[in-house]
């Protein structure tokens, strides 16, 4: 049995671009090519999982993304997250990699 995804849009505030100028070394090539968006999936709580919120989930496993994707080392909180983040759950999802 396959466990449903609940898809969401990640966008970055000013405040961590602003983050990301501080802690990336000026002229390096990831200074300018921060990317603003993304769009992160991840497993719905199902039966035998304590998992009630998926958004929260969401936001606390991005953060822990980071941390090993690039090095960020930000507290893995909602809280933090919504400091420098805004999340919004996708309406749908569509694979155009998979058959019809």
Same mark, same amino acid.
């Given at each position: 049995?396959?466990?449903? *995804?609940?898809?969401?849009?990640?966008?970055? *505030?000013?405040?961590?671009?602003?983050?990301?100028?501080?802690?990336?070394?000026?002229?390096?090539?990831?200074?300018? =090519?921060?990317?603003?968006?993304?769009?992160?999936?991840?497993?719905?709580?199902? +039966?035998?999982?304590?998992?009630?919120?998926? =958004?929260?989930?969401? *936001? =606390?496993r991005f953060?822990?993304?980071?941390?090993?994707?690039?090095?960020?080392?930000?507290?893995?909180?909602?809280d933090?997250?919504?400091?420098? +983040?805004?999340?919004?759950?996708?309406?749908?999802?569509?694979?155009?990699?998979? =058959?019809?």
């Open positions: 049995m396959e466990m449903e *995804k609940a898809y969401y849009v990640v966008t970055f *505030k000013q405040d961590y671009l602003e983050l990301l100028r501080e802690i990336i070394p000026p002229g390096t090539a990831t200074e300018d =090519e921060t990317a603003t968006r993304m769009v992160v999936a991840i497993t719905q709580g199902g +039966f035998g999982q304590d998992i009630v919120d998926d =958004e929260r989930q969401a *936001k =606390e953060l822990e993304y980071l941390f090993f994707s690039a090095g960020i080392d930000l507290p893995r909180t909602v933090v997250f919504d400091r420098y +983040f805004e999340i919004e759950q996708a309406g749908e999802f569509v694979d155009l990699d998979s =058959e019809l």
